[in-house]
């Protein structure tokens, strides 16, 4: 198999690391492939769409969910690094309010599974980044949500100095323990 998975302190949200290929010509791997996907996490998702964003270092996006239409994402980066979270969101899992971080970067070619029922968001550590994400359901904005970067309940470690940029709906976002959540 080409794709290494490394669980993280939530079992539902894995790290996938490709094989790389690379020579004195440059590098390839499969970013995606529907079999090993599903023989590495375990789901057979259906993705209906691919975003791609670019930010400027210190913008935090998120995080962000879908109370209904719940999205699942695989998110990787490709020019550039982030510190990337998820926010387990489901009232009846053993996890519920705990978050995980990973660093996603173009260097190292990670991939974070983010599976629905959790929020999710990203801070940009390197001048800019440039991020892609598949999802397993469309964008619905009157079902979306936002919920507080430095929510203190939650005490997610970014790694920034000072404050992050923010969109105005993500400033203005919800503290867990006022937010909608899932079951």
């Known amino acids: 198999m080409s794709l290494n998975v490394i669980r993280t302190e939530i079992p539902e949200v894995l790290i996938l690391e490709p094989k790389v290929f690379g020579d004195s010509r440059g590098f390839f791997f499969e970013s995606f492939n529907a079999k090993q996907f599903e023989d590495a996490v375990g789901v057979n998702p259906t993705f209906v769409q691919d975003n791609h964003s670019r930010s400027l270092k210190n913008v935090l996006r998120g995080l962000h969910y879908q109370i209904q239409h719940a999205q699942g994402k695989l998110v990787r980066v490709v020019v550039g690094e982030v510190f990337d979270v ?21 260097e190292n070619k990670r991939q974070l599974w983010v599976p629905e029922g959790f929020a999710h968001g990203f801070v940009v550590t390197s001048d800019y980044a440039e991020f892609l994400y598949k999802t397993t359901d469309y964008w619905y904005p009157e079902f979306e949500r936002s919920l507080l970067w430095n929510d203190a309940a939650i005490g997610i470690e970014w790694p920034i100095d000072g404050e992050p940029l923010l969109a105005a709906k993500d400033a203005e976002a919800k503290i867990l323990k006022d937010a ?3 079951a």
């Open 86 to 106: 998820a926010v387990d969101l489901r009232k009846s899992s053993s996890s519920f309010g705990k978050w995980v971080g990973v660093r996603l970067s173009a």
């Open 180 to 182: 909608d959540c899932y």
